[in-house]
């Protein structure tokens, strides 16, 4: 009611419109830091502005204080979100009837739901039984044309470039779309503004390595453009089944149970070592079992929920800790996808207990059970 409002409520109302500015989308909120886009073929939804979450529990362990950029937290559940407002926008732009990509699932997703914002045709190739199943929910909600192949992500990426390539009416909205990169580095830009200066670490998963090449682009226009004087060391992490970057050649059969990752030649594979090697950095493997606890320690100790994949970079920092090589200074893990989109990883290593009666001394004698 109007008038009624103290100075307290119209206070937190100023808040909330921060907040909400926080989320207006990648491309609004740094329009000048990204190719131009025209206005009428915005596709957005809200990407970008996500948290920044302290991590004391990791930071004892890894030696240096660790936040977590927790991109879980996009609107459909990954990072691919910021580079896809901006491929979508420009496929909008450019007029095309549809758009396609190869996935292992998170990009596929977001693809999905952009798509189905824009209102334009989706065709999603995805390596078959592969795809964890609250990426294929999505993609199927978001009406998606998914097409399965009996193949890996490589040769589905491979048979989308070609069909692009054929095809002038359909947009190719994997990350070796340059847009895609653009969108992404916005992340770089927030972690920076986050803390008002770059990390002295960025840990990530890699896969197709178009998150590395992203980051470090932004890391490196924040500083050319005078706000920060030195840019983060590049950690990179491969699951050790599906490590060409680490081993130095393609991988035929790559394989881990992050199947977000489960990638055998990454697209961008020149621009990661370039990364790396300019930010002196390093690209190491990780196994599905320090992947798996590394997922776990975060749900359990920091309350956040990440996908197997996502949880490789806080992975790997522990790792080197644990092998003597524990960083100083401020390391920002990037958290790529929510844990909700790959359920089964979970189940599969918990277990629902057996019914009890449904009465105050069962119930009781359980919790007794555990707090005694
Ligand atoms: C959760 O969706 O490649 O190194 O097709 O979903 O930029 O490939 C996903 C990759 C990390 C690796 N974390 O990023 C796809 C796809 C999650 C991911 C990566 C992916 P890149």
Not at 78 to 96: C, E, I, L, P, Q
Request: charged fraction near 25%; proline fraction near 5%.
């Amino acid at each position: 009611m109007p008038g009624t409002f103290s100075f307290e409520k119209g206070a937190s109302r100023f808040q909330m419109i921060e907040a909400q500015a926080a989320r207006q989308g990648v491309i609004k909120r740094y329009r000048e830091r990204l190719p131009e886009i025209p206005e009428a073929a915005i596709v957005s939804i809200g990407e970008g502005g996500t948290p920044l979450i302290e991590a004391p529990r990791i930071s004892e362990r890894a030696g240096a204080s660790v936040y977590l950029k927790f991109e879980g937290l996009n609107p459909t559940a990954s990072f691919k979100d910021r580079g896809m407002t901006v491929a979508m926008s420009r496929a909008v732009a450019d007029g095309n009837l549809a758009c396609i990509c190869a996935s292992t699932g998170n990009t596929a997703a977001s693809a999905a739901a952009y798509a189905a914002r824009a209102g334009i045709e989706c065709f999603v190739i995805v390596p078959a039984g592969k795809i964890a199943s609250g990426k294929s929910v999505q993609i199927l909600a978001h009406g998606a044309k998914i097409v399965q192949i009996e193949g890996n992500f490589d040769a589905a990426l491979k048979l989308c470039r070609r069909i692009a390539e054929e095809r002038d009416d359909v947009a190719l909205v994997n990350s070796v779309n340059p847009d895609r990169i653009e969108g992404q580095k916005t992340a770089a830009f927030e972690v920076c503004e986050a803390m008002d200066q770059p990390p002295d670490v960025l840990a990530l998963p890699v896969g197709n390595a178009g998150n590395i090449t992203a980051y470090w682009k932004g890391f490196k226009e924040w500083r050319k453009s005078g706000l920060a004087d030195r840019a983060p060391r590049m950690f990179g992490f491969q699951a050790e089944g599906a490590s060409p970057l680490v081993a130095g050649h393609d991988f035929d059969n790559p394989e881990t149970v992050a199947s977000a990752i489960r990638i055998g030649s990454p697209a961008s594979k020149e621009d990661a070592l370039t990364a790396v090697r300019e930010s002196g950095g390093l690209i190491e493997s990780v196994t599905d079992e320090e992947i798996l606890d590394a997922q776990a320690l975060l749900a359990r100790e920091e309350g956040v929920f990440c996908e197997p994949a996502s949880a490789a970079g806080v992975a790997g920092l522990l790792k080197l800790a644990r092998e003597g090589h524990g960083q100083e200074g401020i390391a920002v893990c990037v958290l790529t996808g929510h844990g909700l989109k790959d359920p089964q990883a979970v189940v599969e290593r918990s277990h629902l207990p057996e019914p009890v009666p449904a009465t105050f001394e069962a119930v009781g004698r359980y919790i007794e059970r555990v707090l005694s």
